[in-house]
């Protein structure tokens, strides 16, 4: 299959007030595997008339936030807002993908926390949802590494990383990088799928099984 994992920077966490200052999306397609740096990559860093923030998110992201102050206006990877799904659209249709009935582009997304925080900012973005949409399931790297005995929660991106014995479980909180370790995550569970995994019911537990 091919999905598309994708990753924000944002200057907050309030999807109807902060904004998305970078986008990344990096094409994985399970079948035809390249090297990580051969992927095809769509990377915007997104301009706006002014920046509304927290102290936090604003420092965490100074660097990204100088490069837009400084970008000409004719700067390839940086666009508008209004710009982004647009340019993401284009990238998508010169990948293969090809529009639906209502002209929309479906893409199967994979993002660390995707669903629960990254969508809701996409959503906000002029175009998503006509011109490129998500498809309903979403690929999360963490719930290939919880650990259902001891965990009270998802396990962050730094302890995914720490679990798959990475060199370094820092999180780099750079768009395309971050995109880049959600596919290093996923990758050992190609070959051997998660249900592939589970051993056979043993015929004194009762337990329903789900269907195949």
């Known amino acids: ?11 907050g966490n309030q999807p109807e007030r902060h904004q998305i200052i970078e986008l990344a999306a990096v094409l994985e397609d399970t079948k035809h595997l390249r090297p990580l740096a051969e992927l095809p990559t769509f990377r915007r860093a997104v301009r706006h008339p002014e920046y509304v923030g927290t102290a936090g998110a604003l420092a965490l992201n100074a660097d990204l936030l100088q490069e837009l102050a400084d970008a000409p206006a004719d700067q ?4 508008s807002a209004t710009e982004l799904v647009p340019q993401l659209r284009d990238w998508l249709l ?3 993908f090809k529009p639906d009935k209502k002209d929309r582009v479906a893409v199967t997304l994979a993002g660390k926390n995707i669903g629960s925080f ?11 949802g006509t011109l490129v949409r998500a498809e309903p399931a979403l690929l999360d790297p963490a719930a290939f590494y919880l650990n259902w005995r001891k965990d ?6 730094s302890i995914c990383k720490a679990r798959a014995h990475f060199p370094d479980h820092t999180v780099a909180h750079q768009a395309v990088a971050d995109a880049l370790d959600v596919i290093r995550l996923l990758r050992p569970f ?23």
């Open 76 to 79: 390839p990877d940086v666009c």
């Open 118 to 128: 990254d969508l809701l900012f996409l959503r906000q973005l002029p175009g998503w």
């Open 152 to 157: 009270s929660r998802l396990p962050t991106m």
């Open 1 to 11: 299959m091919r999905y598309v994992s994708l990753d924000l920077e944002m200057t």
């Open 94 to 96: 010169s990948q293969g």
């Open 190 to 212: 190609y070959e051997l799928p998660v249900y592939q995994q589970v051993p056979p019911a043993d015929a004194s537990d009762s337990t329903p099984q789900p269907p195949e």
